[in-house]
């Protein structure tokens, strides 16, 4: 299994930026894909991009044009750069890969968008 950490995550205002790491603890060119997803309270987890190990990327209609998802295969890590953020994007923030078989998921990220 591969074991995703995430970290960045913090308070902004509106319109600030964030980026937010998916570290893993083997090569992210071995995996199928990685993505980000999130969970506001009284929400269900939304998804809100992807990267495949050849770099294509999706994204969700909410962040699309927001936010950038990417990935650096030589630091096994995986990144969500956020911009324009808004009080809807508070949530927590989880990495998953895909490896192995299976879905994998980090512990998450507490981001927070608040005057």
């Known amino acids: 299994q591969v074991q995703p950490v995430e970290s960045g995550g913090g308070l902004v205002q509106p319109g600030g930026s964030l980026r937010l790491s998916c570290a893993t603890t083997e090569s992210t060119s071995s995996f199928n894909y990685m993505s980000w997803y999130r969970q506001a309270p009284g929400k269900k987890r939304e998804w809100v991009a992807s990267?495949?190990?050849?770099?294509?990327?999706a994204y969700g209609d909410s962040v699309k044009g927001r936010f950038t998802i990417s990935r650096d295969d030589a630091r096994n890590t995986m990144f969500l750069q956020m911009n324009s953020l808004k009080p809807e994007d508070t949530a927590v923030y989880y990495c998953?890969?895909?490896?192995?078989?299976?879905?994998?998921w980090g512990q998450g990220t507490q981001v927070t968008v608040s005057s």
């Open positions: 998953a890969v895909f490896t192995g078989g299976q879905l994998n």
């Open positions: 990267v495949t190990n050849s770099r294509s990327t």
